[in-house]
């Protein structure tokens, strides 16, 4: 089995691209949600100059923390391993466990960079885009836990562990049964390579689609500790979510995450981060 050292190279691939489909598609999701708020939503984004200069700032961070995740999930799926035996169910419970925090963080950070540009933040002594120095105490430290990580960690589970671990188990799964329709494509590296990601992106597309209200309801956690400087409770932002939005909590944004969440799992099912073969 190849050591995650072994593996960093896929690992830093799939993160990068990974990453960039997450700002990408994030962006628009925040700017929708605003929308629904008493305090006004905030405009469209276009492509150049702002989503551009967005994706320039964020891509760093987002793919260091991407990095750090995908390396934790294969750590963590050995440790589960060993404790209950091996079972495909493993991998999206390691996913979970694993990326959580992490990715609770990457996209309140989304949220943030959003409301930064717009001039909009309002945490209580949050820094501002320039002239901010970092501080690495443990002050600071419970701080970006509890605006960055804390808001909607709950449903960021739900929505990881199914989302994308369920997908890049299904993923797989798909594609073995898509290569007899791929006849056509001699029996190489192009049609390994189409097969997994077509299987990838089925998947996720239906994982995604599945878990989208757990999706909004954590996003809707990390816009209200933005706009309004607190954060909400788990059932709170919960019932906010389903009370600003009704039945299209299930659905909003649905092209834009189904989109993060497709493209993600075509890109593991592609680059197999986390194979242990």
């Not at 919960?238 to 909590?249: D, T």
């Not at 649905?254 to 194979?275: G, N, Q």
Request: glycine content about 10%.
């Amino acid at each position: 089995m190849p050591t995650t050292w072994e593996a960093l190279p896929r690992i830093a691939l799939a993160s990068t691209l990974c990453s960039t489909a997450i700002v990408e598609f994030t962006i628009p999701q925040v700017v929708r949600l605003s929308r629904a708020s008493s305090a006004g939503g905030l405009p469209a984004l276009r492509l150049f100059p702002h989503r551009a200069a967005l994706m320039a700032r964020m891509l760093p961070v987002q793919s260091l923390i991407t990095v750090t995740q995908f390396c934790a999930v294969r750590e963590m799926h050995g440790a589960v391993d060993l404790v209950l035996g091996e079972t495909p169910l493993n991998l999206p419970l390691s996913y979970g466990l694993a990326s959580v925090p992490l990715i609770a963080a990457k996209y309140n950070l989304v949220v943030e960079g959003v409301y930064r540009h717009h001039g909009a933040a309002a945490s209580a002594g949050g820094c501002r885009p320039h002239g901010c120095r970092p501080s690495f105490s443990l002050r600071a430290a419970a701080r970006f836990f509890s605006t960055k990580i804390r808001p909607g960690l709950l449903w960021s589970y739900v929505r990881d562990s199914v989302g994308i671990g369920g997908g890049i188990v299904l993923g797989p799964i798909l594609a073995e049964q898509l290569k007899p329709a791929l006849s056509e494509v001699d029996d190489g590296p192009a049609k390994q390579f189409v097969s997994k990601f077509c299987g990838g992106l089925v998947a996720g597309s239906i994982s995604g689609f599945a878990t989208q209200w757990c999706h909004n309801t954590a996003l809707e956690a990390g816009r209200v500790t933005e706009a309004e400087g607190r954060v909400p409770g788990t059932w709170e932002s919960l019932r906010r979510v389903f009370k600003e939005h009704g039945a299209r909590a299930f659905t909003l944004n649905f092209r834009f995450r189904v989109a993060i969440i497709a493209s993600w799992t075509a890109i593991l099912t592609v680059t197999e981060p986390f194979a242990r073969k």
